[in-house]
């Protein structure tokens, strides 16, 4: 018996997905109280157009930045772009044609209307599909970088997803993602996802190490436990997001991870 899934239960299992971030997606944008929270207790220096879904503070978006090595005429793409913010900021601080990813249909009709607010219209392009399922959707060797921000956990296959990304960038290009790594836990983060590039035939992999990102992260959870939800489900779903991670934030690593793609030479930094 073969250890894949097959057909129907990979598209059961995307579609449940899908469903899960179409109601989340749905429930932030209508909650001004947690994008505040993001703003005022996360991150006050962002643009307050970059709207923070996830947990990257302007300095890790600078480094994103600067690792991806994309200028004016390159091809960015973002896989699970969510409602687009990171990529976004890193499109137009870069001048890179960005072209986002997620399974949620609900994140990228957000990110379709948002391209207008940071002056991307015409220059960003958001499209739907999940991790190592964007054959129909992605060319090969198509972007000269792909960024992936906290999401590669969700992915079922992280090497399939892996596999992938390697197939849509050209030779020698760079992927850059954001992660935490630790003892598997019921905020599903998982352990070596440096190895995982390795093994899908990237090269001079490099991990950074961010705990200060996560001083942030302690701070927004605090503050949001402190108040009322009422019938704010975005709010709801942050305590319930807080109250099991904060216990266990003590064992994860907070990281930048960074590889090139290609057979050229190079060294495998996993450090």
Same mark, same amino acid.
């Given at each position: 018996?073969?250890?894949?899934?097959?057909? &129907?239960?990979?598209?059961?299992?995307?579609?449940?997905?899908?469903?899960?971030?179409?109601?989340?997606?749905?429930?932030?944008?209508?909650?001004?109280?947690?994008?505040?929270?993001?703003?005022?207790?996360?991150?006050?220096?962002?643009?307050?157009?970059?709207?923070?879904?996830?947990?990257?503070?302007?300095?890790?978006?600078?480094?994103?930045?600067?690792?991806?090595?994309?200028?004016?005429?390159? &091809?960015?793409?973002?896989?699970?772009?969510?409602?687009?913010?990171?990529? $976004?900021?890193?499109?137009?601080?870069?001048?890179?044609?960005?072209?986002?990813?997620?399974?949620?249909?609900?994140?990228?009709?957000?990110?379709?209307?948002?391209?207008?607010?940071?002056?991307?219209?015409?220059?960003?392009?958001?499209?739907?599909?999940?991790?190592?399922?964007?054959?129909?959707?992605?060319?090969?060797?198509?972007?000269?970088?792909? $960024?992936?921000?906290?999401?590669?956990?969700?992915?079922?296959?992280?090497? /399939? /997803?892996?596999?992938?990304?390697?197939?849509?960038?050209?030779?020698?290009?760079?992927?850059?993602?954001?992660?935490?790594?630790?003892?598997?836990?019921?905020?599903?983060?998982?352990?070596?996802?440096?190895? &995982?590039?390795?093994?899908?035939?990237?090269?001079?992999?490099?991990?950074?190490?961010?705990?200060?990102?996560?001083?942030?992260?302690?701070?927004?959870?605090?503050?949001?436990?402190?108040?009322?939800?009422?019938?704010?489900?975005?709010?709801?779903?942050?305590?319930?997001?807080?109250?099991?991670?904060?216990?266990? $934030?003590?064992?994860?690593?907070?990281?930048?991870?960074?590889?090139?793609?290609?057979?050229?030479?190079?060294?495998?930094?996993?450090?």
């Amino acid at each position: 018996m073969s250890d894949q899934p097959d057909q &129907t239960t990979t598209t059961a299992t995307t579609s449940t997905t899908a469903n899960v971030f179409d109601a989340v997606f749905s429930a932030y944008e209508r909650s001004p109280r947690v994008r505040e929270l993001f703003h005022a207790d996360f991150d006050p220096s962002l643009p307050p157009e970059v709207e923070l879904f996830s947990f990257t503070p302007s300095e890790a978006l600078r480094l994103l930045a600067l690792a991806l090595d994309v200028g004016p005429g390159d &091809t960015l793409v973002d896989l699970a772009c969510g409602r687009g913010g990171p990529g $976004m900021w890193v499109a137009r601080e870069t001048g890179a044609r960005l072209v986002g990813v997620d399974v949620s249909p609900v994140a990228v009709a957000q990110a379709h209307r948002r391209a207008a607010d940071f002056g991307l219209s015409g220059r960003a392009e958001f499209r739907v599909g999940a991790f190592a399922e964007t054959a129909a959707i992605l060319r090969p060797a198509m972007a000269e970088a792909v $960024m992936c921000v906290d999401a590669l956990h969700f992915a079922p296959d992280p090497l /399939a /997803a892996a596999r992938d990304v390697a197939r849509i960038l050209r030779p020698g290009r760079t992927f850059a993602l954001t992660t935490w790594e630790g003892p598997r836990n019921d905020a599903g983060y998982p352990a070596e996802l440096a190895g &995982t590039l390795v093994a899908a035939g990237f090269v001079d992999v490099n991990v950074e190490e961010h705990p200060e990102w996560d001083e942030r992260r302690r701070a927004l959870y605090v503050a949001a436990l402190e108040l009322e939800p009422g019938d704010d489900t975005a709010l709801a779903n942050l305590q319930r997001e807080a109250s099991v991670a904060l216990p266990q $934030m003590a064992e994860q690593r907070r990281l930048l991870i960074t590889a090139r793609s290609g057979s050229r030479t190079g060294r495998n930094s996993a450090r």
